[in-house]
Antibody, heavy 118, light 111 residues
Framework: QVQLQESGPRLVKPSETLSLTCTVS?????????WGWIRQSPGKGLEWIGS???????YFNPSLKSRLTISVDTSKNQFSLKLNSMTAADAAVYSC???????????WGQGTLVTVSS | QSVLTQPPSVSAAPGQRVAISCTGS?????????VQWYQQLPGTAPKLLIY???NRPSGVPDRFSGSKSGTSASLAITGLQAEDEADYYC???????????FGTGTRVTVL
């Protein structure tokens, strides 16, 4: 059974960097698929942040690209997100998910609520 | 902002049918990219409900069905049940934005 779990600080100060890690169990990241991050602002809809392939190829939402880094650690079966210059507008539930490129996300983590405040 | 437009809410009595539209454009649904639908119950992560326009993952009841035509797609729920109360989102890929795009979301209420 494929499971994903997000971890990382839930409170970030304005202008600082958000760092989150997604640990995958029940499936090896190296076996395929694309691994993505999606966020949902309180009371708002879903926004794709970016995705990574186990080979290291990355794909970013153009609106976040300049502030975003996504990396993968196949030895730990994890992938990570770093979003710098955080503002109140970046406060959201951040979820990781397994996906097929150009298609769907079939397994999601439970999501972690990130607050931006000094 | 979302590039796929959905009605904010739909409602119906138990046992009835509801349909949720998802309107896109020539750079996403109209370009031939597949449409997915997700169900999000309160406080939980989205769950894949329909993929590749019409397919249901294992375990999804056949009360849920999807269709696609032109620049739009639709999710139908027949035999509506109380447990279907949730938010529903469509999703596709947009070649102009070069990434996944989600719909604005629709709240389904069972009267």
């Amino acid at each position: 059974q494929v499971q994903l779990q997000e971890s990382g600080p839930r409170l970030v100060k304005p202008s600082e960097t958000l760092s989150l890690t997604c640990t995958v169990s029940g499936y090896s990241i190296s076996s395929g698929y694309y691994w993505g991050w999606i966020r949902q602002s309180p009371g708002k809809g879903l926004e794709w942040i970016g995705s990574i392939h186990y080979s290291g190829s990355t794909y970013f939402n153009p609106s976040l690209k300049s502030r975003l880094t996504i990396s993968v650690d196949t030895s730990k079966n994890q992938f990570s997100l770093k979003l710098n210059s955080m503002t109140a507008a970046d406060a959201a539930v951040y979820s990781c998910a397994r996906g097929r490129w150009l298609q769907y996300f079939d397994h999601w983590g439970q999501g972690t609520l990130v607050t931006v405040s000094s | 902002q979302s590039v796929l437009t959905q009605p904010p809410s739909v409602s119906a009595a138990p046992g009835q049918r509801v349909a949720i539209s998802c309107t896109g454009s020539s750079s996403n649904i109209g370009a031939g990219y597949d449409v997915q639908w997700y169900q999000q119950l309160p406080g939980t992560a989205p769950k894949l409900l329909i993929y590749d326009n019409t397919n249901r993952p294992s375990g999804v009841p056949d009360r849920f069905s999807g269709s696609k035509s032109g620049t739009s797609a639709s999710l139908a729920i027949t035999g509506l049940q109380a447990e279907d109360e949730a938010d529903y989102y469509c999703q596709s890929y947009d070649s102009r934005l070069t990434g996944y795009v989600f719909g604005t979301g629709t709240r389904v209420t069972v009267l």
